[in-house]
């Protein structure tokens, strides 16, 4: 990627990798549409810093850039976020650049000394509001733990109005388009809301007030595009963090035989008729991304899983675990399946949703394939929902 300045003669620099292909993240997080390590260059009257690296298979690109600029001294290298796809090249930065220094957050410095081993010397640390002065541009280090990390922080630049966020409101999206505006932002930045900054939904809002107070005519994140129109983002963020749920049920399932299917379909269509939107996944078949961006407004999430070795399914396990890590606001959550002749399944599933603040409907459990009786029982479940979110005032009707 060609180094690009982010607006004309601001000095401001943009000098990270696309990476087109990159397909998982984490060995976990599905990329449909790749990703980016953003670094920026920040160049002053008398110093010139590096907003974060890169990820260690792109450090060439970030060396290529900055030649192409011929940047040939970096006072200092500023470290938001101690996690490798930002830091990852900063050995290589710091060797390349001897008289760099490394500015950080005491938190952050720790973290960076652990996974990177990186020397004490070529650290200097930080605190809040702390300022570090490049001619003509002054970077204002604000910190913003648990976005989500807890060493997280940003800088803020007050002559050109310019905040850098780091992982927050950012989107694994590779686009070509330096500025964002492409149809696919905002899906890709709900995406990755839901995936990485959704479990810490407390501190989103506490930092989201931080940025708003500043007012910045530009918003940097470290993944995806830039926000040259930050209120896009910026309401987008409101939405998703906000109490407010929509009148929604999510229903992951998977099915062996069949059994499960069938009672899926049904609750589907019962849902349906009600008025109740469904967004239904297959959970063999499912990427998580989308079911995690599902999460983020449902005011129901209903599990569907078939006994299996006496429990549920490991996939229906695998999904139940991950709503309740990522803490989505789902005010209800219910199970629905089948067994032959015995088993957990329901109390096993029940108790992977501990962290979920919500009200359990009584579940709906079919021995073999399901019956009229199981049906109906089916139809209730669907009147408690239609119920619950008619008479919750945080349910957008
Ligand atoms: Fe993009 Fe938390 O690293």
């Not at 809002?205 to 830039?226: D, F, N, T, W, Y």
């Not at 579940?363 to 073999?368: C, D, F, L, S, T």
Request: hydrophobic fraction near 45%; include cysteine; charged fraction near 20%.
């Amino acid at each position: 990627m060609a180094a690009r300045e982010l607006k004309p003669n601001s000095g401001l620099f943009a000098v990270g990798a696309i990476d087109w292909d990159r397909r998982l993240f984490d060995e976990l997080i599905p990329l449909p549409d790749g990703t980016t390590y953003n670094s920026y260059l920040v160049k002053g009257r008398d110093k010139t810093a590096l907003l974060d690296t890169v990820d260690p298979a792109k450090t060439q690109v970030l060396f290529d850039n900055l030649r192409e600029l011929k940047v040939d001294r970096i006072d200092y290298v500023i470290a938001h976020h101690g996690e490798q796809d930002h830091s990852g090249s900063l050995p290589a930065v710091l060797s390349a650049f001897p008289m760099a220094k490394l500015v950080t957050n005491a938190k952050c410095k720790e973290i960076l000394k652990d996974l990177l081993l990186i020397p004490e010397e070529r650290f200097v640390t930080v605190a809040d509001h702390e300022t570090l002065p490049l001619g003509g541009k002054t970077l204002e280090f604000i910190l913003a733990p648990w976005v989500h990390w807890p060493e997280t922080m940003f800088t803020w630049i007050k002559e050109d109005g310019v905040l850098f966020t780091c992982d927050f409101l950012g989107s694994h999206l590779a686009s070509s388009e330096l500025l964002a505006g492409d149809a696919r932002i905002y899906t890709s930045n709900k995406r990755y809301y839901a995936e990485i900054m959704m479990p810490f939904r407390t501190s989103v809002r506490q930092h989201l007030e931080k940025v708003r107070a500043l007012a910045p005519q530009m918003i940097c994140p470290s993944h995806g595009p830039v926000f040259d129109k930050p209120a896009l983002i910026l309401d987008a963020y409101r939405d998703w963090s906000s109490e407010q749920v929509k009148n929604e049920v999510v229903v992951p399932y998977v099915s062996m035989h069949g059994s499960t299917a069938a009672m899926a379909a049904h609750l589907i269509e019962a849902l349906m008729k009600r008025g109740v939107a469904v967004k239904p996944f297959d959970l063999p078949k499912t990427d998580v991304g989308e079911l995690a961006m599902a999460l983020v407004d449902a005011a129901t999430v209903v599990i569907g899983s078939p006994t299996v070795l006496a429990g549920p399914h490991p996939a229906a396990v695998y999904a139940a675990y991950l709503a309740n890590a990522l803490r989505p606001k789902t005010r209800y959550v219910s199970l629905f399946g089948s067994y032959s002749w015995g088993g957990k399944m329901v109390e096993t599933l029940s108790g992977l949703v501990a962290n979920l603040k919500v009200e359990v409907i009584p579940p709906v459990v079919a021995k073999g394939f399901p019956k009229p009786a199981d049906f109906a029982a089916l139809d209730k479940l669907a009147d408690q929902i239609l119920e619950k979110h008619q008479t919750n005032t945080e349910v957008i009707k």
